[in-house]
């Protein structure tokens, strides 16, 4: 009789076992039972949260008591969390929430609110929607300072620094292997090394960085006014369409859009102004970026540095003052911007304190949980 093939079945077993493992390890979704060829993810996962936008506002709409729409809302929610909502739809939803925000704001605005307003206001409305959207798409699609280097730069480099002792992990990135620049981080999301690293934006889907640091700033700062605009419609669409003398719950019941986007436009509103205060509180008077504000004190205790100070010395310059520093954030050139390549800064000049901690390199040893905000 033929012998059994035993090193066959076993590595067939062992096959089976690692199969049913990742099976149990991943989380059950709906959307795994579609086909997963790319095109097909690529449509219908950017689309998910158009269609729930649209089905929150039908509920608020639905002319149903208020309870049936709070259950009406659990059950959503406990679809979506258990049945759609996969890693994969959690990697790309942040950047596409956004999308469905604003886009049904358009509709709102175009459907109920302009035929309220003085046509001026439209204008407003959509002239500030082109800034928002050029500061969003440089934002969201600009190389952030994405540090690259050929292969002879990196042999040359990897060789350099053996011949001085070793590959220090303070000089160089080594997950990259290069050379690390003055303020850069290698973002673990992204899985590449930014000069002048401020932190991985998840509502970008993308890292912020030198080259497009500004343009977020700038998409915030119109962000928070576009909100401003839009409930400046709202609340004259309600003084015109609604009587404000009666009670708050058939104030906020009279056109139920209107009120759903309202809260969704103050919700944006407040959470961006706080980010937007954030920023330039470190940009303007800390001359930080927010990692190095965040790793303020690991970078201190790592390097032995500190005074105490409420400002932090920059790698290049110490701190000039609020305008300088705005002048020289947004590279205004007119008014005498010091334009610095944070790509090719490598060493602190001789006048700055050798002690400061933007003298090293800013990035740990170990992976924190920083480089998102």
């Known amino acids: 009789m033929p012998k059994k093939n035993t090193r066959g079945s076993s590595s067939s077993k062992s096959s089976v076992h690692e199969m049913l493992a990742k099976h149990e390890d991943r989380r059950q979704s709906l959307l795994n039972e579609y086909p997963q060829e790319e095109k097909f993810w690529d449509c219908c996962a950017p689309a998910l949260p158009f269609i729930v936008m649209f089905v929150l506002g039908s509920i608020f709409s639905a002319n149903i008591s208020f309870l049936l729409k709070a259950i009406l809302l659990l059950c959503l929610y406990i679809v979506y969390a258990k049945y759609v909502c996969d890693e994969r739809v959690i990697s ?56 690259i280097v050929s292969e002879d730069e ?7 620094l ?8 303070t000089l160089v990135c080594t997950t990259c292997m290069i050379r690390k620049p003055l303020r850069s981080k290698h973002c673990a999301d992204c899985d590449r090394c930014v000069a002048r690293f401020d932190h991985h934006c998840e509502w970008l889907s993308n890292c912020v960085g030198w080259k497009n640091h500004k343009f977020f700033v700038g998409y915030l700062f119109s962000l928070v006014v576009m909100c ?5 419609g709202a609340v004259k669409f309600m003084r015109k369409n609604c009587d404000l003398e009666c009670s708050f719950v058939e104030v906020v019941s009279c056109e139920p ?7 969704q436009g103050v919700v944006h509103g407040f959470w961006v102004l706080g980010l937007l205060i954030g ?38 310059h110490s701190n000039p003052g609020v305008v300088k520093n705005f002048i020289d954030f947004f590279e205004l050139e007119c008014f005498g911007s010091d334009k610095t390549d944070w790509m090719r ?4 000049p001789r006048n700055q304190e050798e002690s400061s901690v933007d003298s090293q390199p800013l990035i740990s040893d170990k992976p924190d949980d920083f480089h998102n905000v």
């Open 228 to 232: 401003v605009i839009f409930l400046h």
């Open 345 to 348: 800064v490598f060493n602190q």
């Open 279 to 316: 920023q330039l509180i470190q940009i303007l008077w800390l001359g930080l970026t927010t990692n190095e504000r965040l790793n303020w004190a690991r970078y201190a205790k790592r390097y032995g540095a500190g005074n105490g100070s409420g400002r932090m010395q920059l790698s290049t």
């Open 92 to 147: 790309i939803d942040p950047v596409y929430i956004y999308l469905a925000t604003k886009f049904w704001m358009y509709i709102v605005w175009f459907i109920y609110i302009m035929s309220s307003v003085p046509i001026l206001d439209t204008i407003i409305f959509v002239s500030w929607s082109l800034v928002l959207w050029y500061n969003f798409l440089r934002a969201w699609k600009v190389d952030p300072g994405v540090i």
């Open 154 to 160: 990196r042999c040359e480099m990897i060789m350099n």
């Open 162 to 169: 053996l011949e001085q002792g070793g590959l220090d992990s």
């Open 257 to 263: 859009w209107i009120t759903f986007m309202s809260l």
